[in-house]
């Protein structure tokens, strides 16, 4: 490529007929390696860019990231989601069992505290035990109460549900449906000394709801309160 233009440059240079031809050449040299030079830059400049061309691309401007998920990610992504997705329900739904055991539990609790306060209430200013009698035992327990108009106070079960009934009137049930009653017993001990006539009771409440069970068993000795 130099050559040729070399000869071209020749070309089109006129030497005079005769005399000397020095400023001539002198000329014809400065053209020469101001060709030189502009074909060694051209040179350099292509090496430059093939040099470029060839280097590694860096992994964060690989062409595969612009051409999507293969195959075998997007499986291993679907899998990966999967299997999250599995763990967050696990994790939800025995949440919300809890809370449903939790919730079934306070409301058995709940009913045993608030029959546990009427049988206090009851005993609380009786005057006489009537059912059971002084050593027995019962699954009624009957008790007059001092300066009360609505004598005798009757506790009693029927199927899963305890009942009160006030001086022969309709009984009226101490316990919601949501849960059953079970195994009343109350034994009456005689006072003896300074120690005043007791009766003590054992009684469970469970929950009606299979799906979430829960029970609790009291046992206490209650006091003829004057």
């Given at each position: 490529h130099r050559k040729r233009r070399?000869?071209?440059?020749?070309?089109?240079l006129?030497?005079?007929?005769?005399?000397?031809?020095?400023?001539?050449?002198?000329?014809?040299?400065?053209?020469?390696?101001?060709?030189?030079r502009r074909v060694e830059d051209y040179y350099i400049t292509m090496k430059n860019c093939y040099r470029s061309a060839r280097k590694p691309i860096p992994p964060h401007f690989s062409k595969k990231s612009g051409e999507g998920f293969t195959l075998l990610e997007l499986l291993l992504y679907i899998g990966l989601f999967g299997v999250m997705l599995s763990i967050s329900l696990v994790i939800l739904y025995q949440m919300l069992r809890n809370q449903d055991q939790n919730r079934?539990?306070?409301?058995?609790?709940?009913?045993?505290?608030?029959i546990v306060r009427k049988i206090e209430w009851a005993l609380t200013g009786a005057t006489d035990i009537i059912v059971p009698l002084q050593n027995q035992t019962s699954s009624v327990l009957s008790l007059t109460k001092y300066n009360f108009s609505q004598n005798p106070l009757v506790f009693s079960t029927s199927g899963n549900a305890l009942y009160l009934t006030r001086g022969g009137s309709s009984s009226i049930s101490l316990t919601s449906t949501n849960v059953k009653f079970q195994d009343f017993f109350a034994h009456t001990f005689p006072s003896i000394g300074s120690n005043p006539t007791s009766v003590i009771m054992t009684f469970s409440v469970a929950s009606e709801i299979p799906k979430f069970p829960a029970s609790t068993t009291i046992r206490g000795t209650f006091y003829l309160k004057k």
């Open positions: 070399e000869h071209n440059i020749l070309e089109r006129e030497f005079p007929a005769g005399g000397d031809g020095n400023g001539v050449r002198a000329k014809h040299d400065l053209y020469l390696r101001a060709e030189q079934s539990m306070l409301e058995v609790e709940e009913e045993a505290n608030f």
